[in-house]
């Protein structure tokens, strides 16, 4: 289920990443400059490759919400309190 940045309201939805399964809030929706490949609720880096395959394809690819929230930086750990 997609949530609202805290700070912008795009929404996201916090996926795990395939191998590593850290949560990374990726955006809801899909983005012409996306570089995530999403499967039920993990997603993963495309390859170069993999990009213009799924151009080709119509597969929709994602984006890191951290990418493009021009408030990505309040998040760092080094800034909360």
């Not at 995530?36 to 919400?65: C, M, Q, S, W």
């Amino acid at each position: 289920m997609p949530l609202g940045c805290q700070k912008c309201s795009t929404e996201v939805r916090w996926l795990r990443h395939k191998k590593t399964g850290n949560p990374a809030p990726i955006e809801a929706a899909p983005s012409p400059t996306g570089n995530i490949l999403v499967k039920g609720d993990l997603y993963r880096i495309a390859t170069p490759e993999e990009i213009e395959k799924a151009k080709r394809l119509g597969i929709k690819l994602f984006l890191n919400h951290f990418a493009s929230c021009k408030f990505a930086k309040s998040f760092s750990k080094g800034k909360r309190k």
